[in-house]
């Protein structure tokens, strides 16, 4: 008989792999009627013009590209104002990152795009709301333009090509933005300011939800079954002391957490079958 010391060592199973704090309520895969009254809701979904034209999806693609030239051309301009080694200029990078609605892939037709743009640590923030903003102003596609600095999250709203944006800041606590960055690490808000943090969160939190649910198809489409509903019914207005995009769209994650394999249909009646009873 082996001694425990000389007995090999199992290795304990891989824990059970789910999504959230908690594990499924149920893993049941869908049937027939599921598939069929998922069916039903995607073309309920269609009669409320809800989606997007692919010209129109393009249109908006094309609008943040442009918005970011602009952006890495000011980026360069301020270096050479602040006179910045050219060692530091060459690699100063900079990104426009959608986040909310759009970058959930749910937002209704002609809604605005959230857009956050990440510069390197030492530019003043100011700068942004002064200089950025002049240089947008100076577009001939860009309407409507105006900076709300003195709020929780200041931006610059403005509207470009017909397309209304909400552009706000994030610095980085390093000389440069790198081209594959991943703003889920922790490393990139440590020591920045309240006003930084709050910016970068509005991605942050938005790549957490796609992150962080089973079947991001599925979630897309009860998401807007459930922003449809709100909407219908007047609730949907985080300014008038309803849920805001945001937290329908947390809701809407937990109810995917916990019925993983579940379609859309199945996933909207789950969603009012738990809230129902919290």
């Known amino acids: 008989q082996r001694s425990p010391e000389t007995s090999p060592v ?29 069916r039903k809701l995607t073309e309920t979904l269609q009669s409320y013009d809800v989606y997007e034209s692919k010209q129109e999806l393009q ?11 602009l952006y890495k051309e000011w ?16 690699k100063v990078g900079g990104k426009v990152l959608p986040f909310g609605s759009y970058h959930l892939g749910v937002h209704s037709k002609g809604a605005d795009i ?16 002064t200089s950025f903003f002049e240089k947008l102003k100076a577009q001939k ?11 929780y999250v200041p931006v610059i709203k403005l509207t470009y090509e017909g397309i209304e944006i909400d552009l706000v800041f994030g610095r980085l606590a390093q000389k440069s933005v790198p081209e594959k960055l991943n703003l889920l690490d922790d490393k990139y808000v440590l020591g920045l300011d309240k006003r930084c ?20 198809h599925n979630f897309r489409i009860a998401l807007r079954v459930i922003k449809l509903w709100a909407k219908q019914r007047n609730i949907y207005s985080n300014s008038l002391g309803f849920l805001g995009g945001v937290s329908w769209a947390i809701m809407v994650a937990r109810i995917c957490q916990v019925y993983p394999n579940a379609t859309p249909a199945t996933l909207v009646i789950k969603f009012f079958k738990v809230y129902s009873t919290w």
Not at 10 to 36: H, M, N, Q, V, Y
Request: overall charge negative; some cysteine; hydrophobic content about 35%.
């Open 59 to 69: 249109h908006r693609e094309t609008v943040l590209k442009k918005l970011e030239t």
């Open 141 to 151: 596609e860009v309407k409507d333009i105006r900076a709300i600095e003195e709020t």
């Open 75 to 90: 980026l360069q301009e301020m270096c050479d104002q602040m006179n910045v080694p050219e060692v530091v200029k060459a």
């Open 197 to 216: 943090i709050r910016s970068l969160n509005g991605y942050r939190v938005t790549e957490e939800i796609l992150q962080h649910v089973p079947n991001v």
């Open 114 to 129: 959230d857009a956050l743009c990440v510069g390197p640590g030492f530019l003043d923030r100011k700068d942004f709301f």
């Open 10 to 38: 199992r290795a304990a199973p891989p824990p059970p792999k789910w999504f959230g704090p908690t594990g499924p309520i149920s893993e049941d895969f869908p049937e027939e009627e599921d598939l069929i009254l998922t």
